[in-house]
């Protein structure tokens, strides 16, 4: 490190939604080098090149508490529901990944999974009584613990939904709400080949129909992607095979927690 004298950068990279990294150049210099990298140039992405000086250390702060974290708290319904949905997604690891290997990387499953763990651990610390933090909280785990665009993704729809909640809308709207910021930031819409397939009718039937048209909506939504021979969004989209006949893994999975959670309120 002594022996660098002249730096470029650091400069910006976005190469994905939830990788941080850097990437680190070194290079052996002499006066002809050093005299080019200090001309100057007409690119304005071009940083100048500047001496290296020794660094100032400044102790980190320590990190404050959440504000609006909430406290945990008790609902029998909230945490049948969120039991329900949870190992319904554990238990489909392997038809996930089955599914993903067709059409992706076949992690799918794996991923969907580490999610839903990483929830059902964090159960007992949940703010369950408060349905908006409730959401919240689903949101913070899966962008921490889920990893991948998959897990970010997410984490944005379950944080929209909540602030929605929050501000006093109906669950299904505040869903609805969810989804848009999901969409926005992640570009996919309906007929892309991604699990949007099945989650926005299944949430605009569930707004409009209760449960049990949400799960049927769900079901045809991903089914549909089944017809789909390329994909528009995700993984999916930088594979040459066709797909026709495969489902999305993610339209599948939201799918069957539908139908799990339909069942789960269906009359004995």
């Known amino acids: 490190a002594k022996a660098v004298t002249l ?37 304005h992405a071009w940083l100048p ?3 290296v000086r020794q660094p100032v250390v400044v102790a980190a702060a320590k ?5 609006t974290a909430k406290a945990a708290s008790r609902d029998a319904a909230a945490e049948r529901l969120i039991t329900v949905v949870c190992e319904k997604l554990i238990s489909l690891e392997e038809p996930l990944n089955g599914l993903d290997a067709k059409a992706g990387d076949g992690d ?14 964090r159960l ?9 933090a409730t959401l ?18 997410l984490s944005i729809f379950f944080t929209a939904a909540a602030q929605t909640l929050g501000f006093g809308a109906t669950l299904p709207k505040a869903l609805l709400a969810g989804l848009d910021r999901m969409t926005f930031y992640g570009g ?4 892309d080949r991604t699990m949007v397939d099945a989650l926005e ?23 549909a992607t089944a017809a789909m021979q390329k994909a528009k969004a995700g993984r999916s989209a930088y594979i040459g095979r066709q797909l026709d006949g495969v489902a999305d893994p993610g339209a599948f999975a939201v799918a069957e927690v539908f139908v799990a959670v339909a069942a789960m309120f269906a009359p004995a």
């Not at 990190?63 to 504000?67: E, G, M, R, S, Y």
């Not at 996919?188 to 007929?191: E, L």
């Open 7 to 43: 730096t470029v950068g650091p400069g910006h990279l976005m190469t994905a939604l939830n990788m941080n990294g850097f990437s680190l150049s070194l290079i052996r210099l002499d006066a002809e080098r050093e005299a080019a990298l200090l001309a100057p140039v007409g690119p």
């Open 49 to 51: 090149t500047k001496p």
């Open 63 to 67: 990190p404050a508490v959440h504000a």
């Open 108 to 121: 799918t499953g794996s991923t969907v999974a580490t999610g839903a763990r990483s929830v059902l651990e």
């Open 124 to 132: 007992d610390t949940l703010p369950l009584a408060d349905r908006a």
């Open 136 to 153: 919240a909280a689903i949101g913070d785990t899966l962008g921490t613990a889920m990893g991948g665009s998959s897990g970010v993704l």
């Open 188 to 191: 996919a819409k309906v007929g």
């Open 201 to 223: 009718p299944a949430l605009k039937a569930l707004d409009t129909g209760g449960l049990e048209a949400a799960a049927t909506a769900a079901r045809h939504g991903a089914e």
